[in-house]
């Protein structure tokens, strides 16, 4: 009982240090404008509801800053590692390019166009997808929660510091490296069922010298008509960041096949 008066006195916490930050918007109108930007209400709602279920116990600082979300660092009761991706939910602009991921999708099948529930559907969808890359056994953050614009996600790195980019330094070995890149292709697209979309150098980290595949919000089922235009732009972008490292990049025709089950070794 104790541990739930807790976590709720700590969700209640967050949302008057929101009211009280609102006091003062005309006097600081530039944090303001940041607060505002990711906890409006609804989003500290969600928040209260995952510190008072101990899903989250504490909210440490900011991680990333991008255009569509927030990632911060926060830890459960038993100081595990979490990443919390709040994704802002009055950005238009973003909107705009949702849709063409989720129309034709089975699983989201009514979704109201205005901009909080598509960005609500945009987080879920998220979430869906990495649970398939998890049961498929693809080297992704682990989902944990989703609520609203929130999602919970294991943490990939340690003691909050988050594990390089491709974008921000090599692997000790790009060949290898690429190569494994290409059985997480292969395995999310025969295992999980899904094509990525949107796989860079920006969305690939390098985990003790392996790679971690995240940022799956708009990654598409196999059985999509567009599945086979973004395998095709993974391969491309992929081929492209490894070339300038150095690696031996394989036939963008034959990658496809193999990838998506037509040959059985590309090596």
């Known amino acids: 009982m104790s541990n739930h008066r807790d976590h709720e006195e700590k969700g209640d916490a967050l949302t008057r240090k929101y009211e009280e930050d609102a006091l003062f918007k005309d006097k600081n109108k530039e944090e303001f404008r940041v607060i505002e930007e990711v906890f409006d209400r609804l989003t500290l709602k969600g928040m ?5 279920k101990g899903t989250i116990d504490k909210l440490h600082g900011v991680v990333k800053t991008g255009k569509e979300a927030r990632v911060y660092y926060a830890t459960d009761r038993d100081d595990r590692e979490l990443a919390i991706k709040i994704y802002y939910t009055h950005t238009a602009e973003f909107r705009k390019g949702m849709m063409q991921y989720i129309q034709g999708d089975p699983r989201f099948k009514k979704v109201r166009k205005n901009t909080r529930s598509m960005i609500y559907t945009w987080n879920q969808k998220e979430f869906n997808n990495l649970q398939l890359c998890e049961e498929a056994g693809v080297n992704s953050p682990r ?14 790195g340690e003691d909050g510091i ?6 921000e330094r090599a692997p000790e070995d790009p060949q290898t490296f690429y190569e494994q890149v290409l ?3 292969q395995l999310m697209w025969q295992k999980a069922g899904l094509a990525h979309g949107d796989l860079s150098e920006y969305n690939i980290m390098i985990s003790d010298e392996k790679p971690v595949i995240f940022d799956v919000s708009q990654a598409m089922l196999t059985i999509h008509p567009l599945a086979q235009v973004l395998v095709e732009r993974d391969i491309q972008n992929v081929n492209y960041n490894f070339k ?24």
């Open 183 to 185: 059985d997480e292709m």
């Open 162 to 167: 988050p594990a390089p980019l491709l974008r």
């Open 48 to 52: 209260h509801k995952l510190l008072s």
């Open 244 to 267: 300038r490292l150095g690696a031996e990049i394989r036939d963008p025709r034959e990658l496809k096949e193999w990838i998506t089950g037509g040959t059985e070794d590309i090596y």
């Open 143 to 156: 989902p944990i929660e989703f609520i609203r614009n929130i999602l919970v996600m294991t943490f990939i």
